[in-house]
């Protein structure tokens, strides 16, 4: 799923740091398992590697349990947010995913930093 997530950040043109957001905030919501309805344990509707939601306008079931669109999803939100490159991975992935643990993303940073300085240029 990582490199699923680093083929889809390519496809929409983006550099490195995105694959990285995009990453920790994934191991923070599913730790990278792409994620179907877990009946009761679940949060609301979210599914996929973001547990995006589709009640929320992620897209279909379908669609955001596919890695490809999940990540192309994240990603626009991402562009959206205005100098996203430059701020704390935290704020940037809870700026496009409105979590209710804000901070939890940046502990994750460090080992997305790693999956994509080994996966990049794979």
Known sequence: N???IIAATKKAGLP???AVISIATSLQESKLENLGHLGDKNDHDSLGLFQQRPSSGWG???QITDPEYSTLAFLKGLKQVDGWQDMPLTEAAQTVQVSAYPDAYAQWEQQATD???HNWNS
């Open 2 to 4: 990582a490199k699923a």
């Open 16 to 18: 490195e740091r995105a």
């Open 60 to 62: 279909t079931p379908e």
């Open 115 to 117: 999956i994509v300085a």
